[in-house]
């Protein structure tokens, strides 16, 4: 089964710096989606950003870019210039490149945006 | 881009009781999700489904849940005889294909007491 790692219970940046979101997967499949999935408060889940994994050049979203390492199952997401309104709950998604397939989440990463 | 709408945005019910949550897409979608999140965990999947029938479906899923199309619209999640641990926050995703990109919906807070 697929599992999903976000080692990062919490982390925190000040307003305008640039933080690091780092998640790990394991799979034994060679074709498959990544995501960063935001959740603030309101506990709605919003997509930040899609990476597919047949392409090496890694998926930019504004300020949102990830770091898409296949070989190490690695997918960390960074965010620049960072704002009051990026503070929530991230999350890293992996999803299976066959019909109906579930989202596998992380735990989460809790991100605080200090002014 | 408008995704889906989940009705109701908080339901309260006693244990024991059975439960209808629904999601309405916005636009003819094919694939739909539930998935729950129990506060502060992480969000897990619960059914796919896809043709009005179910594609794949978690070890969660169990016959205390079920789900159907039954207008051709709206996407129910049934949970009967609800216990306590039911308690999370029950989301709907569509999708326009397998592998495809998976938006939610606000979600249904499900409270049991």
């Known amino acids: 089964a697929q599992t999903v790692t976000q080692s990062q219970p919490e982390m925190s940046v000040q307003e305008a710096e640039t933080v690091t979101l780092s998640c790990t997967y394991d799979?034994?499949?060679?074709?498959?989606?990544l995501f960063w999935y935001k959740q603030p408060p309101s506990r709605q889940m919003i997509l930040v950003i899609r990476q597919e994994a047949y392409k090496q050049q890694n998926a930019t979203e504004n300020r949102f870019s990830v770091n898409f390492q296949k070989a190490a199952k690695s997918f960390s997401l960074k965010i620049s210039d960072s704002q009051l309104g990026d503070a929530a709950m991230y999350f890293c998604?992996?999803?299976?490149?066959?019909?109906?397939?579930?989202?596998?989440f992380g735990e989460g990463t809790q991100l605080t945006v200090n002014p | 881009e408008p995704e889906v709408t989940q009705t109701p945005s908080h339901q309260v019910t006693q244990m024991g009781q059975e439960v209808i949550l629904r999601c309405v897409p916005i636009?003819?979608?094919?694939?739909f999700y539930w998935y729950r999140q129990i506060l502060g965990q992480k969000v897990e999947f619960l059914v796919s489904f896809y043709n009005n029938e179910i594609s794949e479906k978690s070890e969660i899923f169990d016959d205390q849940f079920s789900v159907e199309r039954p207008d051709g619209s709206n996407f129910t999640l049934k949970i009967r005889s609800t216990k306590l641990e039911d308690s999370a926050m029950y989301f709907c995703a569509r999708g326009t294909s397998g592998g495809d990109t998976q938006y939610f919906g606000p979600g249904t807070r499900l409270t049991v007491l």
């Open positions: 799979t034994s499949e060679s074709d498959y989606y």
């Open positions: 998604a992996y999803l299976e490149e066959t019909s109906g397939s579930r989202l596998t």
């Open positions: 636009s003819n979608h094919l694939y």
